[in-house]
């Protein structure tokens, strides 16, 4: 039985699936967990946490050891960034859909082990992991 009812249902669906992949799909990059990167950055000094979000929002709240840095400056002074290229780097904004663009910029960029923290700050502290 075919009718409007279950054909608009499954159209919804594809189309929230689709939306959420998308990101994932331009970024090139992986999408982790933020208790996985935040256990990761317990044990290596060497990680990298770029938050891409705007000055005030960073300020408001961030995860700690985390920098600043917004999408449209992630181009500049690249010679100073070329010693962190090789760096595990984890990309964060609210909700990962800046993060994703900026994952992909980084990659474009030269930065060999970039990954997105899934779902942002905002799971994040869904997690109950600490913020500053």
């Given at each position: 039985?075919?009718?409007?009812?279950?054909?608009?249902?499954?159209?919804?669906?594809?189309?929230?699936v689709t939306l959420r992949m998308i990101p994932r799909l331009l970024a090139g990059v992986p999408?982790?967990?933020?208790?996985?990167?935040?256990?990761?950055?317990?044990?290596?000094e060497g990680i990298v946490m770029i938050d891409v979000r705007t000055p005030e929002e960073f300020n408001s709240f961030h995860a700690p050891d985390s920098i600043n840095v917004e999408p449209y400056k992630l181009g500049e002074d690249i010679e100073e960034k070329r010693p962190y290229m090789n760096n595990k780097v984890y990309v964060i904004c609210l909700s990962s859909q800046r993060a994703a663009m900026a994952a992909?910029?980084?990659?474009?960029?030269?930065?060999?082990?970039v990954s997105v923290v899934k779902g942002g700050l905002n799971l994040w502290k869904k997690r109950g992991l600490p913020i500053t």
């Amino acid at each position: 039985m075919d009718s409007p009812l279950v054909t608009a249902v499954v159209v919804v669906a594809i189309a929230f699936v689709t939306l959420r992949m998308i990101p994932r799909l331009l970024a090139g990059v992986p999408f982790v967990d933020p208790k996985v990167v935040y256990d990761v950055m317990q044990d290596d000094e060497g990680i990298v946490m770029i938050d891409v979000r705007t000055p005030e929002e960073f300020n408001s709240f961030h995860a700690p050891d985390s920098i600043n840095v917004e999408p449209y400056k992630l181009g500049e002074d690249i010679e100073e960034k070329r010693p962190y290229m090789n760096n595990k780097v984890y990309v964060i904004c609210l909700s990962s859909q800046r993060a994703a663009m900026a994952a992909r910029t980084l990659k474009n960029l030269g930065f060999k082990n970039v990954s997105v923290v899934k779902g942002g700050l905002n799971l994040w502290k869904k997690r109950g992991l600490p913020i500053t």
